[in-house]
């Protein structure tokens, strides 16, 4: 009997190690699903580039030869790599606007990470590493105007600023304003679902995507930034007008509020640049 008690012990003990590694497993080898995840699809090709002043052509010139000697250099590259890689970025302070001093003044709209964000009342991003660089191999004074980003070509076609810095994709209406500059960065839409939203996952193409949202309906809300290229693209205007959607387009004053209100369960999906697309996603996931 007390043999039979101490095989019985034992095996109760076995039963209760093999459950507990279970248990400990299932906490470890279970991925938890995101909260948002973004279709790793170009639903668009597009360029980056500066946005200068008209009435500067000087200065076009100079912003011109300095994104060549970046290139040439590896500058560019170094400051890429700050924030697409494992680089630490680089804080930009602005300068107070003095009309008696010699200063560069920059449109941008600072809630458009990686490319232009703040951190308390600094400046971050690629392209305001690269207003830093600028203003001091021009020998001026750098200062940021944060705006609404469909303000910030109006703000230099109106000569309050002298050149946008805004991640900015060419346009033909944003030409109306200002003179482009040589292109810095290739750029895309991509389309940000619930991480648990399995509507896209059999694509493989933009135009499979194209395809399912042309299929949607009035009830279907697609948020974007307002005055970006994922306006244009929602609401099928200006080079987007073939993509015919039926959807309703929602504007924010900027992407990680749609993205949000999405998870809120106020839309269904978010369209909008590709980097900045991933840097709020990663942000959102963080942070659930």
Not at 48 to 57: I, L, M, S
Not at 75 to 88: A, D, L, Q, S
Not at 123 to 151: H, R, S, T
Not at 187 to 216: E, H
């Amino acid at each position: 009997m007390k043999k039979s008690m101490k095989v019985l012990a034992m095996v109760m003990a076995l039963v209760l190690m093999v459950s507990a590694f279970a248990a400990c497993g299932s906490d470890t080898d279970v991925a938890k699903t995101p909260a948002v995840k973004v279709i790793n699809i170009n639903l668009t090709e597009e360029e980056y580039a500066f946005g200068v002043d008209k009435n500067q052509p000087e200065l076009l010139e100079q912003v011109n030869a300095f994104i060549a000697e970046i290139k040439e250099n590896g500058k560019m590259e170094e400051i890429f790599n700050k924030y697409f890689k494992e680089g630490t970025p680089t804080p930009v302070t602005s300068a107070a606007l003095d009309e008696t001093k010699d200063q560069l003044v920059v449109a941008t709209n600072a809630e458009f990470p990686p490319f232009e964000y703040t951190e308390g009342d600094q400046y971050l991003g690629v392209d305001m590493e690269i207003a830093y660089l600028l203003a001091q191999k021009l020998g001026k004074e750098l200062v940021i105007q944060n705006m609404d980003f469909d303000a910030v070509c109006l703000s230099v076609g109106s000569h309050k600023c002298d050149i946008a810095m805004a991640g900015l994709t060419i346009n033909e209406e944003r030409k109306e304003s200002v003179t482009f500059s040589d292109s810095y960065y290739q750029a895309s839409q991509k389309l940000i679902v619930k991480g648990d939203d399995t509507t896209f996952d059999d694509c493989t193409t933009a135009d499979q995507v194209v395809a399912k949202l042309q299929s949607m309906d009035s009830s279907v809300k697609i948020g974007f930034q307002n005055g970006t290229t994922g306006q244009s693209y929602t609401e099928s205007t200006g080079d987007f007008e073939s993509n015919t959607f039926k959807v309703t387009p929602v504007g924010y004053q900027n992407g990680a509020l749609a993205v949000q209100d999405m998870v809120n369960g106020n839309l269904n999906y978010v369209i909008i640049d590709a980097a900045p697309a991933q840097s709020i996603a990663d942000s959102v996931n963080a942070a659930a």
